[in-house]
């Protein structure tokens, strides 16, 4: 148990549906991240969110578009995919922005097809 | 550009073979160096941050060190168990969330 909860574990959507990943930790952190982890790359992070603001957006296509309602959970909404976005998007917290230890949920492995 | 750079890339080991990891980085500002733990199927697990050349820290068989341009995971009589992918990640000082990870070292065990 890390305290980061992913749903779902595994995806498979098509290049015209809509679906959203979910992410819940239960640490009290105020900082939240999404990455992405492809085959063979480094993983790429994608948003940070402080206390429900976001802090960072790291160049990420529009169609994908994150919400963070509270401090405890952080959405992922995907539509209009492209099969090179097929990989594990991961969810991670830490206390705050920036601070040293983050703890990563398991995962959603999503394949566009 | 920032850049980090893990080597090697893949690693076979005897048990009890102790060996070194390699993180190099070029980046502007280091505000930190990361290393992580990733089991298959699995997020990846904090294993230690070094802030400052010369700084060193250890965990069980594992053991970080810090120099201006580089980071080492030195692994002493290794287990099987110890068979993951340690990604390393620098934390640059133009941003509080600006995190850069290599693409990790993939570390196996032979009993």
């Known amino acids: ?29 105020n900082a939240m991240y999404w990455y992405k982890q492809s085959a063979k790359k480094p993983l790429e992070l994608m948003f940070v969110y402080s206390l429900e603001e976001r802090v960072e957006n790291n160049s990420v296509p529009s169609r994908f578009s994150p919400e963070c309602p509270n401090s405890s959970h952080l959405f992922l909404h995907l539509h209009t995919l492209q099969p090179e976005d097929s990989a594990l998007y991961l969810c991670a917290s830490s ?13 959603t492995r999503l394949t566009v097809v | 550009e920032d850049q980090v ?9 005897q048990e009890g073979e102790s060996s070194s990891l390699n993180c190099s980085y070029t980046v502007s ?21 070094l802030y400052s050349a010369g700084e060193e820290k250890e965990k ?3 053991k970080a060190t810090l120099t201006k ?9 290794p287990k099987p168990e110890d068979s ?17 990870f290599g693409s990790g070292t993939r570390l196996s065990i032979r009993p």
């Open chain 2, 5 to 13: 750079t893990q080597s090697p890339e893949a690693l076979r080991l």
């Open chain 1, 95 to 107: 206390q705050e922005v920036g601070n040293t230890e983050a703890f990563f949920g398991q995962g």
């Open chain 2, 60 to 62: 069980e068989r594992l």
């Open chain 1, 1 to 29: 148990e890390t305290g980061v909860t992913q749903t779902p574990r595994h995806l498979v959507m098509g290049m015209t549906n809509k679906k959203s990943l979910k992410c819940e930790q239960h640490l009290g952190h």
């Open chain 2, 29 to 49: 500002g280091l505000r930190g160096l990361f290393w992580y733990r990733q089991d298959p199927g699995k997020g990846p697990e904090f294993l230690f941050t």
């Open chain 2, 69 to 77: 341009k580089e980071s080492f995971l030195h692994i002493t009589a």
């Open chain 2, 84 to 100: 993951a992918t340690y990604l390393c990640a620098v934390r640059l000082g133009s941003s509080a969330s600006k995190i850069i």
